[in-house]
């Protein structure tokens, strides 16, 4: 499954690259270098990151799911206050 990123997206992925190797590499990459290093990072890092989201996101809603009773539930005939018991002499 291929990584595409909307082109808004991908436009400010490109302006983060072109920065940081200006003002970490004191280079002015061009646009068609920061685009293949963008699509390498997609396709050969990307899946990394997508599958340790998609594990977070699994863990997460087990851990929900496991606990739905105690995030959901609600006490039942509760308008009427229980009887006292009276203790007989």
């Known amino acids: 499954m291929a990584i595409t990123l909307a082109p808004e997206v991908k436009r400010q992925a490109l302006a983060s690259i072109h920065r940081y190797f200006a003002e970490h590499w004191d280079q002015d990459i061009g646009d068609l ?3 293949l290093l963008l ?4 396709a050969e890092i990307g899946p990394c990151i997508y599958n340790k989201a998609i594990g977070d996101a699994q ?6 799911a496991a ?3 105690g995030a959901c539930y609600e006490k039942e005939f509760t308008y009427w206050p229980p009887p006292s018991r009276r203790v007989r002499e």
């Open 59 to 64: 863990v997460y809603f087990r851990d929900r």
């Open 67 to 69: 606990d739905l009773e």
């Open 33 to 35: 270098k920061a685009g």
């Open 39 to 42: 699509d390498f990072l997609l």
